[in-house]
Antibody, heavy 116, light 107 residues
Framework: QVQLVQSGAEMKKPGASIKVSCKASGYTFIAYYIYWVRQAPGQGLEWMGWIDPNSGGTNYAQKFQGRVTMTRDTSISTAYLELSRLRSDDTAVYYC?????????WGQGSLVTVSS | DIQMTQSPSSLSASVGDRVTITCRASQTIYTYLNWYQQKPGKAPNLLIYAASSLQSGVPSRFSGSGSGTDFSLTISSLQPEDFATYFCQQSYSTSWTFGQGTKVEFK
């Protein structure tokens, strides 16, 4: 059974950075991209980018270029999202997801609150 | 990027009603279209993948159809637990994009 388990909620001050983790189980971690999506309060879903766990290659949405870094540790089947220079409008739930063939699977989400 | 236009943005319905939500892609996405249900404070819950395949454990009153650029999600007989927000998502491109969402409310 595919599972993506994310790290817990965090509160940060503007200008700080966050690092969210996403631990995969139930499938071969390096076989499928890990995608990151966020959802601000009361808003829709926004794709942030993906990482290929096999090669480490990444593709970031233009909006986040220069502020986002996606990495992975294949030894523990875990992907990471790091977002720097946080602003109040980065307050959101951050989700990791994967796509095995045609079937997506999602983590439970990690709430990040940015407030002074 | 592929734009996903979902309609309506909200609808009011009663228990037992048949409800249809549509999603249009700005270019062909073949059948790389997924539908989700989301309730407040919860992660999106996959209902339909590949346009028409019912995710395991999802009630059969949910169905999806379409290919190319036009897709629909139908709930054949709305149940109390179905009042929620529904999103479409294209996975044809690795730059995922989502519909704006449809909020299904009590009439």
């Amino acid at each position: 059974q595919v599972q993506l388990v994310q790290s817990g909620a965090e509160m940060k001050k503007p200008g700080a950075s966050i690092k969210v983790s996403c631990k995969a189980s139930g499938y071969t971690f390096i076989a499928y991209y890990i995608y990151w999506v966020r959802q601000a309060p009361g808003q829709g879903l926004e794709w942030m980018g993906w990482i290929d766990p096999n090669s480490g290659g990444t593709n970031y949405a233009q909006k986040f270029q220069g502020r986002v870094t996606m990495t992975r540790d294949t030894s523990i089947s875990t992907a990471y999202l790091e977002l720097s220079r946080l602003r109040s409008d980065d307050t959101a739930v951050y989700y990791c997801a994967t796509l095995r063939g045609a079937v997506p699977g999602w983590g439970q989400g990690s709430l990040v609150t940015v407030s002074s | 990027d592929i734009q996903m236009t979902q309609s309506p943005s909200s609808l009011s319905a009663s228990v037992g009603d048949r409800v249809t939500i549509t999603c249009r892609a700005s270019q062909t996405i073949y059948t790389y279209l997924n539908w989700y249900q989301q309730k407040p404070g919860k992660a999106p819950n996959l209902l339909i993948y590949a346009a028409s395949s019912l995710q395991s454990g999802v009630p059969s009153r949910f169905s999806g159809s379409g290919s190319g650029t036009d897709f629909s999600l139908t709930i054949s007989s709305l149940q109390p637990e179905d009042f929620a927000t529904y999103f479409c998502q294209q996975s044809y491109s690795t730059s995922w994009t989502f519909g704006q969402g449809t909020k299904v409310e009590f009439k």
